[in-house]
């Protein structure tokens, strides 16, 4: 692994967001892979300054606001902590004990124990700003996440070439070998949970299993993992206030991957910027909703439909522009997806996911368009829909049927109040426009049609032999269209 080179050097002292991007854009310029150890230092300083340590001189006069500021990075602050990151790193592993190209288990244990030991021995692991190799060699924490990815960096620093991150939607571990066939854990997860480290994700781990996607989690390339940590980069200062410049260069560094087609593989990036255009548009740039459906298609086309994330984040951007058809059908696919995975007590994260939509959100989308009384008065409601009725059916379907072989309970009275809350708002006329049935009784329904259409078939031929006066039609299909993804189809007809 080289160290830092005149292509990184003349770079600085940055200055200001463009040369953040140049030095990003440099990186990716030629056949030397980017340097992981470097950018995640160069972003946690940036982010420190800008959101940790603000030093922004305070304004006396309120009434003009505090003129954007951005750090000046000296190369010789980035450098130091570099060698620092190296050395480290460096001196912890005798390479001579692991011959060959390829990572074996018992190293990558050695070098998750390396990053585990240089952390503090306790502090709040879900803080904001512990993502970053800067954190890491300035203040010995790092979260989940940076545990992870420092290992997959600190390999790079040792040159292997196999050692690669693999994100799920809640948890993080490495791939490695040849063919990245092996897996391994590197890191904690959640609280409380004794840590697996050095252990494989075996098939029987992530079947079925929401904290490993199924076995569909991104398997990252460098320049994807150079995406994660743009993603994992944390403008908020406080629960209320966000760092303007650092968003925007979070914004631009998105872009940028996006343009060099790595975020095609990577849904929760396009999740993220997607949010990030609905704070601050782009001139010229595709809009949130179009990005979101791309996250979306990216989960159909590489992960076979077992990320739930492209779907909440939809559905939480129409939830917040008032687009309430639009949240129920996002909400309903997110959990036409959550239903082919089992519950168990490492799924927190997506638990209250679901429990926000649907004991507040949910209920609140429901009060506030059954006070809309215009659209009421003509029928043109929310609570008139089949198809919005089907999209709530279709999620609660999806809910329960995801607690169905589960080792843990996903309900609770409250969901069973505030379904019976948000069912009642429909009106009682919307039952009668829709029909309901599974994926099983639709293969019975097709077979009756194509037993019609056999004899339909037969009537003609035999119409050609002998003429009738007239052939008795086939019945008439009602008009079905696919409600989701699955398969699942609620019919409606036309009201
Ligand atoms: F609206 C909802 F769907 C969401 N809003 N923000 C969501 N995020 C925020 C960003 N986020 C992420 N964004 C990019 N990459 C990753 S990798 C990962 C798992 C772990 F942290 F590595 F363990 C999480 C995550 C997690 C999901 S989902």
């Known amino acids: ?72 990075i000296q190369l010789d ?56 190799l800067y954190s890491f060699l300035t203040g010995n924490k790092l979260d989940c996440f940076g545990v992870a990815f420092g290992v997959v960096a600190a390999f790079q620093v040792l040159g292997y070439k196999d050692v690669h991150l693999a994100l799920s939607e809640d948890h993080a571990w490495v791939v490695f070998g040849k063919d990245l066939k092996e897996t391994a854990e590197v890191t904690w997860h959640g609280k409380g949970n004794e840590d697996k ?131 129920l059908k996002a909400w309903a696919d997110a959990a036409s997806v959550i239903k082919k995975y089992n519950y168990t007590r490492e799924d927190e994260e997506i638990y209250k996911e679901f429990l926000e939509i649907a004991n507040d959100l949910l209920p609140n989308m429901m009060k506030s368009v059954a006070g809309e009384n215009a659209s009421r008065l003509h029928g043109t409601s929310l609570l008139h829909d089949p198809e919005a009725y089907a999209n709530f059916l279709r999620f609660y379907d999806g809910i329960c049927q995801w607690e169905e072989d589960s080792p843990t309970p996903v309900l609770h009275i409250t969901w069973a109040k505030q379904l019976v809350f948000s069912l009642g708002k429909f009106d009682p006329k919307v039952r009668n426009y829709i029909d309901i049935h599974g994926e099983g009784e639709e293969d019975e329904e097709e077979e009756e049609e194509d037993e019609e259409e056999e004899e339909e078939e037969d009537r003609r031929d035999l119409e050609r032999k002998v003429p009738q006066k007239e052939v008795t039609k086939g019945r008439k299909r009602k008009r079905s269209h696919k409600n989701s993804e699955n398969g699942d189809e609620y019919e409606t007809k036309d009201c």
């Open 1 to 72: 692994m080289a160290g830092i080179r005149d292509r990184e050097k003349r770079h600085f002292p940055l200055q200001q967001i463009q040369d953040v991007v140049n030095l990003f854009k440099d990186q990716f310029s030629d056949s030397d892979e980017p340097n992981l150890a470097f950018l995640s230092i160069v972003l946690g300083s940036i982010e420190h300054i800008l959101t940790v340590n603000r030093a922004v001189p305070y304004n006396r006069d309120a009434s003009k606001c505090i003129e954007p500021i951005f750090p000046v």
């Open 197 to 327: 480290r050095g252990q494989p994700i075996t098939v029987g781990v992530s079947e079925k299993n929401w904290l490993y996607l199924n076995g569909q989690p991104v398997i990252c390339s460098r320049e994807i993992e150079v995406a994660a940590i743009v993603s994992a980069i944390n403008p908020s200062i406080n629960a209320t206030t966000d760092s303007v410049e650092m968003g925007a260069l979070q914004q631009e560094l998105l872009w940028q991957l996006y343009d060099m087609g790595h975020l095609d593989k990577y849904p929760m990036a396009l999740g993220n910027l997607g949010d990030l255009e609905e704070l601050c548009p782009t001139l010229e740039r595709p809009l949130p909703v179009q990005i979101f459906d791309k996250a979306i298609e990216s989960a159909k086309t590489y992960y076979n439909e077992q990320h739930v994330y492209p779907y909440t984040y939809l559905g939480a951007y129409h939830c917040r522009k008032g687009n309430y058809r639009e949240a």
């Open 77 to 132: 602050t980035i450098q130091a902590l570099f060698t620092k990151f190296v050395t480290l790193v460096k001196s912890s592993v005798d390479l001579t004990q692991y011959p060959g190209d390829f990572a074996t288990r018992e190293l990558v244990k050695r070098v998750s124990d390396v990053i585990w030991s240089g952390l503090t021995r306790a502090y709040y692991k879900d803080k904001a700003h512990l993502q970053s």
